[in-house]
């Protein structure tokens, strides 16, 4: 299974799904810059793992949430870049279905509770 994982690894909140990224076995991780456009176009199913404010443990999102993920105060402009490229794409119709791996940045990843939600995941991509 391929992730995307998003994260800008010189600040400490949102440098957390690099971090898990690096601690996962079995999954192809894709590291995307926030100043890079999104590489993912097309696929039948996008996991993005990314930082999430406001959230305690691991959190999947759909496509329905996206307007929810999106909403002032941003803490960054690449916040706003990722919404704004997943609601565009969404909306004229090069991204099926994607789920957003949330992590919490106030604390530290359990890293097994997130391979069992990427595997869940995982599971829904061959379905």
Same mark, same amino acid.
């Given at each position: 299974? @391929? #992730?995307? +994982? &998003?994260?800008?690894? *010189?600040? /400490? $909140?949102?440098?957390?799904?690099? %971090? ?36 305690? @443990? #691991?959190? +999947? &999102?759909?496509?329905? *949430?996206? /307007? $929810?993920?999106?909403?002032?105060? %941003? ?36 890293? @097994? ?9 995982? $599971?829904?991509?061959?379905?």
């Amino acid at each position: 299974m @391929k #992730v995307y +994982v &998003f994260g800008n690894q *010189d600040e /400490e $909140k949102d440098s957390v799904a690099v %971090r898990a990224a690096r601690r996962l076995e079995d999954v192809e991780v894709v590291l995307v810059k926030s100043n890079e456009d999104v590489p993912f176009v097309g696929e039948e199913l996008v996991v993005i793992m990314d930082a999430v404010e406001g959230i305690d @443990k #691991v959190t +999947v &999102f759909d496509e329905g *949430d996206l /307007e $929810k993920l999106v909403l002032p105060p %941003r803490t960054s402009a690449h916040d706003y870049d990722l919404g704004f490229q997943l609601r565009y794409l969404k909306k004229i119709g090069k991204l099926k279905r994607v789920r957003i791996v949330g992590l919490s940045m106030s604390g530290e990843v359990k890293i @097994k509770e997130l391979a069992a939600v990427l595997a869940s995941l995982g $599971k829904e991509a061959v379905s």
